[in-house]
């Protein structure tokens, strides 16, 4: 079992904190986010590991190595552009010849992953997904009318509830095939490929709350806790 972890990204949306850092590679207190995602692969059984590089690459490469001082092994899939996120998975595909995890370099988990996996083999899925159930409130009032316009309620700042994405990924080779070379992909447009093809498509929603350093506000309030000792 390999997990590929895509750390390739130009972190626009964190300068300028990543001009002169990968995204992976900002400090949470005293480690960069990518160590911590090592330690918990490392945690839930898990010590090949390919990570998919480009923006800054040496700085990853320099600080990881081969992996061997982290207790892991490490290979590199290096792409010389962005390709989002599926296009960043594809460059690692030479690496994998077996059932793999995938996963974003730029958040933090603390749910099983070993179970995910173990759900993944038990229910015969070409991919399985880490999910969330997140909940927020509309911050405005919602008025339910009929059809002609006559108010029958109104509920004030209700709560909702969504299935999200926590970019966490359990997945077979065949994936691959669904991904062209060398050109930005998504991976939603990969999952919508592999649905429309009729292939098995599970999911785990994650009880544990998870962090997903996506923007300079969340960095830094993020990292803020960390250097106070604090865990989510």
Known sequence: MKVVILAGGLGTRLQPYTKSNPKPMLPLGEKPILEYLIEWIKKNGVKEIVLCVSYLRKKIEEYFGDGKKF???????????PLAT???????????????????????????????IRKHKKSKSSVTMSLYDYKFNLKYGVIDTKNNGT????????EFSAKINIGCYVMEPEVFEFIPKNKPYGMDTVIRKVLAK??????????????DIGDKETYEKTNHRYMKNRKI
Do not use: H
């Open 71 to 81: 207790g892991v092994k490490i290979e590199y899939a290096i792409s010389n552009k």
């Open 86 to 116: 599926a296009g960043q998975l594809k460059t690692a595909e030479k690496f994998i010849d077996d059932t793999f995890v995938c996963l974003y370099g730029d958040s933090i988990y603390n749910f099983s992953l070993r179970d995910m």
């Open 151 to 158: 108010v029958i309620s109104w509920k004030e700042k209700p």
């Open 198 to 211: 009729k292939k098995k498509v599970n999911s785990i929603i994650s009880k544990k709350t998870f962090i």
